[in-house]
């Protein structure tokens, strides 16, 4: 199993980005009944989860990303999504993709996101 992370990038405070994150060699109903989530770890800090999205559809955010980000997934693509629009500068950080499946656990290259005051 791959997950393949993209949709970094450099923009502007205010502006927004999509995420993406492709399962590859995943069987489908697997991804479908995985946790599927959003991490990221900026320079000298922790990785923290940013987003998540349950198996069964519940979503979860970090408070600092309420009403700002939104998490979602493309099961015929066996993709998640994470949109996020007024970017501010503390959002810099690497953004990892994770699936978790029972004891499996699949994380994603990383992809940088910066953000410019």
């Known amino acids: 199993v791959q997950l393949q992370a993209s949709g970094g990038g450099s923009v502007q405070a205010g502006g927004s980005l999509r995420l993406s994150c492709a399962a590859r060699?995943?069987?489908?109903?697997?991804?479908?009944?995985?946790?599927r989530g959003w991490y990221r770890q900026a320079p000298e800090k922790q990785r923290e989860l940013v987003a998540e999205l349950t198996s069964d559809g519940m979503t979860n955010y970090q408070d600092s990303v309420k009403g700002r980000f939104t998490i979602s997934k493309d099961n015929s693509k066996k993709t998640v999504y994470l949109q996020m629009n007024s970017l501010e500068p503390e959002d810099t950080a690497v953004y990892y993709c994770n699936v978790e499946y029972g004891s499996r656990n699949y994380w994603g290259q990383g992809t940088l996101v910066t953000v410019s005051s």
């Open positions: 060699r995943m069987i489908w109903s697997t991804f479908t009944a995985s946790r």
